[in-house]
């Protein structure tokens, strides 16, 4: 046994002399552009007639919902390819790859997506573990992780450190000054009770409100967490219910929202103004609950909503209407993940379409240079600004309150930039 | 187990079953040491992968397969080992060396303490205690955020190749998932031969039997949990080194669903089991999303079916029929 042992050691150093002595191999075979000012640039996966783009979701597992992103992104990039040429004549192709939202498999398919694929940048990832796990993938690898589909804060914190990467949606810390602005304004006495989901997502929007109201006369006079893994929010809002507050802040994802609004309903006691944020402002969230029972609640936005009656007659959203069914049959456009998905795609399209060299150093600097620039399905008033210092394209949002089957925008269109 | 019944005489005549097994493995560890400097970076990252998850099922296999104890919380284990190396990199900057034996003795410990209830539960029972592991860590990483990051993580570093090997980074890693493999390989086969070994097949085939004989059940019971949430730390701890960022949300339950349809689907018991069904764990859910985009789940859970039914000692033991058939085949000419 020792022998065969001995002989097994042997082979395989023998082996593995055999294969160093091939040596390392070459870099891999980044290709670069030849002349110009884009002299030395990467040009992976772009051609004169076609940009290849990588895009990774949960399309399985427990958050497989935000798995229909992707089909609005692909219903949007169709309609180009087929009827606007691609972008400066360059067709999109678009690679879709599940990671499960389990980080590990998003790096694994973030490498598959670069190296095997050669995908131009990774548009979309999903979600802030996933998404922050290819971050440092990306930010070595020099690929652009472009339009990162998550409201965490950090996409944009630090261009220095990750030049590849860059957020879309206006992030929960801002929403959450939005709301502490308003209550400065409107109701400078506010006493607040704050619901909000224990992890990053809802810590984020509470710093931002809890730093905006600082010093002034609002004050929290109560908060709850609950976990996502939770079966209910009902004990956290009876225990609210008791505060005595006059506004509360709903910081939670569609399944809670809408047990919180029931349960703020159900309890005629407790009446405060009830602020919920984005994530859950849905019509399809609000409609179980039954619209009698959420008039006049607030809470702010920056896309259309498919399922608002007050957009049927708004251009971009007939257009979005008429080419999902066409390109995508049998969606339900009402589903704000399809309109939320086309509407990122609309963005790249404007990226695409801005960069000065066809490199993907070129699309960073696209991205890092937008300057008032709007897509299809974002508010009037909202658009896209960027600078090399400033990573968060889009940080304006508006108020809006729930009144009879619809939100009514009301105010001006805030950006959070300013007014911090 | 299943070679005893070819008569002694005639292995002198063909290449016999054990000869064909050492043929494989020095195969093996040719294709295993060429493949990094033949491959793409993408592939040897998923070699490398299959690697981690091997060890990981390396113990599983020893404590499932070899002592007859189940368990459903080897992602559990794998994630402690995982945190245990990232919070040691992201505290102290700790060598990545180091981290690893560390990972080890945490897991062995907790593996060790696990085993308790292990003596007085079995079969479902014990599944359903162990489960509990994989299901409540989840939840305790996201509560100590200030050591384990909460539900954002640790973004770490990669072990830089030493200069003097000439390698790129995604090799080097290879190699040190393969050093980390081979070793505990090793290590297990050789536990497996020794006294040990019988013991643990004894606790196994009929734990009063073992008794009789003079097994002390509660030792080998406890030290079979220990030794094989050990492999799993280890296993976390490169898998830390290769993905270089940890977070909750890696560590599912699922993970350890995963790891025990692994080990199954690769062959409980066997000697190749392992790395087979790390491959299993790393390449059919990608391939079940190629098969069909909308439902990876629903083709994930069919190719397990199918497997179980082709081949009901898992692909190892498909492998070893194939090898006899080979055998017999040679034989008659």
Redesign the interface.
């Known amino acids: 046994m020792r022998t065969?042992t001995i002989r097994?050691a042997a082979?395989?150093a023998a082996?593995?002399v055999?294969?160093?002595a091939?040596?390392?191999?070459g870099e891999?075979g980044a290709t670069t552009a030849g002349d110009g000012t884009c002299q030395g640039q990467q040009t992976t996966g772009i051609t004169d007639d076609a940009v290849k783009l990588g895009g990774i979701y949960p399309?399985?597992?427990p958050t497989s919902a935000y798995g229909e992103i992707p089909k609005g992104v692909k219903a949007y990039f169709d309609y180009l390819n087929a009827e606007k040429g691609g972008v400066n004549g360059r067709k999109i192709e678009y690679i879709?790859?599940?990671d499960?939202?389990?980080?590990?498999?998003s790096?694994?398919e973030a490498?598959?997506l670069?190296?095997?694929d050669n995908v131009f940048a990774l548009f979309q990832t999903l979600g802030?573990?996933?998404s922050?796990?290819v971050?440092?993938y990306a930010n070595q690898r020099q690929v652009p992780q472009v339009f990162v589909s998550s409201g965490a804060s950090k996409w944009g914190a630090d261009p220095v450190k990750h030049p590849w990467t860059i957020g879309w949606q206006p992030s929960y810390l801002s929403e959450g000054r939005i709301y502490g602005q308003y209550l400065e304004r409107e109701r400078p006495s506010a006493k607040v009770a704050i619901l909000y989901q224990?992890?990053?997502y809802g810590k984020d929007l509470r710093t931002g409100f809890v730093e905006e109201i600082a010093g002034s006369g609002v004050t929290v006079v109560a908060e709850q967490t609950y976990?996502a893994?939770d079966p209910s929010v009902d004990p956290q809002m009876r225990n609210l219910a008791g505060s005595g507050a006059d506004v509360f802040l709903n910081i939670t994802t569609p399944k809670f929202g809408s047990q919180a609004l029931a349960a703020d309903a159900a309890n005629t006691a407790w009446n405060p103004l009830h602020i919920i944020n984005n994530v859950a402002s849905s019509n399809t969230v609000l409609k179980p609950v039954g619209f009698d029972k959420v008039q006049n609640i607030v809470s702010a936005a920056f896309l259309k909503d498919p399922s608002d009656p007050q957009w049927a007659d708004d251009p971009e959203m007939a257009l979005y209407e008429a080419k999902m069914a066409q390109y995508a049959p049998g969606l339900d456009t009402k589903n704000a993940f399809y309109s939320l998905g086309w509407a990122s795609a609309g963005a790249m399209e404007k990226a695409l379409a801005a960069m000065q060299c066809p490199t993907r150093e070129g699309l960073m600097a696209a991205v890092r240079g937008l300057s008032d620039v709007r897509s299809d399905l974002l508010l009037p008033g909202v658009t896209m600004n960027t600078g090399p210092q400033d990573g968060y394209p889009i940080e304006t949002l508006q108020l809006q309150r729930f009144q009879g089957e619809r939100w009514n925008l009301f105010g001006e269109p805030i950006d959070t930039r300013k007014a911090g | 187990m299943s070679d005893v019944d070819i008569p002694r005489t005639a292995r002198l005549a063909v290449p016999s079953a054990t000869a064909l097994r050492r043929l494989a493995v020095a195969l093996v560890a040719v294709a295993a040491c060429v493949a990094p400097f033949q491959l793409e970076p993408f592939r040897v990252f998923q070699l490398t992968m299959v690697l981690v998850y091997a060890v990981a099922l390396l113990g599983l296999n020893l404590l499932v397969g070899h002592a007859g104890q189940i368990s459903l919380g080897h992602g559990g284990f794998f994630a402690i080992g995982a945190y245990t190396a990232a919070v040691m990199l992201d505290r102290w900057d700790t060598p990545h060396v180091l981290t690893l034996p560390a990972a080890m003795a945490v897991t062995f410990a907790l593996g060790f303490g696990l085993g308790v209830p292990a003596l007085r539960l079995r079969g479902l029972y014990l599944a359903l205690v162990t489960m509990t592991i994989a299901i409540f860590l989840v939840p305790l990483l996201k509560r100590f955020e200030s050591v384990t990051g909460g539900s954002m993580g640790l973004t770490l570093s990669r072990p830089e190749p030493p200069s003097w090997t000439g390698l790129a980074e995604d090799q080097w890693l290879y190699f040190l998932a393969l050093a980390v493999a081979t070793a505990a390989g090793l290590a297990v086969w050789s536990l497996l031969r020794s006294r040990v070994g019988r013991a643990l097949h004894a606790v196994r085939d009929n734990e009063i039997a073992a008794e009789v004989m003079g097994v002390r059940l509660a030792r080998y019971k406890t030290l079979a949990f220990a030794w094989s949430a050990m492999l799993a730390g280890a296993a976390g701890a490169v898998n830390t080194w290769v993905i270089a960022f940890v977070s909750p949300d890696s560590f599912t339950v699922n993970l350890s669903i995963l790891l025990l349809a692994g080990i199954v689907v690769g062959g409980l018991g066997s000697t190749f089991g392992p790395l087979l069904g790390g491959a299993f764990v790393l390449f059919v859910p990608t391939l079940a999303q190629d098969v069909n985009q909308a439902a990876p789940g629903v083709v994930f859970g069919v190719v397990i079916i199918l497997i179980m039914y082709v081949a009901p000692r898992g692909l190892a033991g498909l492998a070893g029929r194939g090898g006899r058939f080979l055998d017999q085949a040679l034989r008659k000419k």
Do not use: F, I
């Open positions: 065969r097994l082979v395989t082996a593995l055999a294969a160093s091939c040596g390392g191999r891999d399309l399985s597992g879709v790859r599940d499960g939202y389990q980080p590990p498999k790096v694994e490498r598959r670069n190296e095997q802030t573990p996933t922050s796990a971050m440092e224990n992890d990053d976990e893994t």
